[in-house]
């Protein structure tokens, strides 16, 4: 169960909000030029599901390994040269995404000190806008992730 959690998470929350945007989008379309009227809640439904995808998609793309990289300077250096590159673009990376997260905690504590209710919706911002640091938190998790099973294989290959 817990494989199925590690390697399906990101990809079964993202499918679901881009189907959510997809959905409101569909209905906005259908509501404004077929009666002349639209749903206030949709927009910023479809806001939130795109925002919820973005960020649990950067975690996924951590975990394949996915975002952009320029390997062709690195695969011509030798092995030792080769891990240090990578590591130190990965270390790099982390420090950032602390960053990150740090800045997102910060701005969530101002969220929880004041009452700011959406618009269309009519909920707390601060439940919507908890996701980034989670999902900055879940990168977090996924760059760690990578250099545990790169140890745990015997350090074979790059951790591209």
Do not use: N
């Not at 793309?61 to 300077?73: P, Q």
């Not at 910060?106 to 640091?133: A, D, H, M, N």
Request: net charge positive.
């Amino acid at each position: 169960m817990l494989a199925l959690l590690d390697r399906y998470f990101e990809e079964v929350i993202c499918s679901l909000c881009l189907a959510v945007v997809a959905s409101c989008v569909m209905l906005q379309v259908i509501l404004r030029f077929g009666f002349a009227a639209a749903a206030p809640w949709a927009e910023e439904m479809a806001v939130y599901g795109m925002i919820f995808a973005v960020y649990l998609g950067a975690s996924m793309a951590v975990r394949e390994r996915a975002h952009i990289r320029v390997t062709l300077v690195v695969q011509v250096l030798p092995r030792p040269l080769q891990v240090a590159a990578v590591v130190l673009a990965d270390i790099l990376w982390f420090a950032f995404v602390v960053f990150l997260a740090w800045q997102s905690v910060l701005y969530s504590k101002l969220l929880f000190e004041v009452t700011y209710i959406s618009p269309g919706l009519g909920i707390e911002q601060r439940w919507i806008q908890i996701v980034v640091p989670l999902a900055l938190a879940l990168m977090l998790f996924r760059i760690l992730q990578v250099y545990w099973r790169w140890r745990r294989d015997g350090w074979k290959g790059l951790p591209l």
